[in-house]
């Protein structure tokens, strides 16, 4: 069974950092991408990075020189550093693994169940 499993959410005061990491413990083929999105209540999920097999990242414009994106492809993790962190920030965050499979397909997303972060004083 395919786990996607999050770890290192809580509360921070604003300007706080945090660490988030997830580990998947399934069978996922083909994983071309891993990255974090996040939904903040009453509104939709949104992408906040990714990161490629390559080795290429993609930010969210809210996030950008405040968040890193690394991956371990060797122990399947990918982690989120979350530097300056902002009130608008709070929100439940969502680690993604995307398969290429099924073949002819635009492929499988996998989620995890999502870790709270909470930014506030």
């Known amino acids: 069974q395919v786990q996607l499993v999050e770890s290192g959410g809580g509360l921070v005061q604003p300007g706080g950092s945090l660490r988030l990491a997830c580990v998947h413990s399934?069978?996922?083929?083909?994983?071309?991408?891993m990255g974090w999105y996040r939904q903040a209540p009453g509104k939709q999920r949104e992408l906040v990075a990714t990161?490629?097999?390559?080795?290429?990242?993609n930010y969210a414009d809210s996030v950008k020189g405040r968040f890193t994106i690394s991956r371990d492809s060797a122990e399947n993790t990918v982690s989120l550093q979350m530097n300056s962190l902002k009130p608008e920030d709070t929100a439940v965050y969502y680690c993604n693994a995307h398969s290429m499979y099924p073949v002819g397909s635009s492929g499988t997303d996998y989620w995890g169940k999502g870790t709270l972060v909470t930014v506030s004083s």
């Open positions: 399934g069978s996922i083929k083909g994983i071309n991408g």
């Open positions: 990161v490629t097999n390559g080795g290429r990242t």
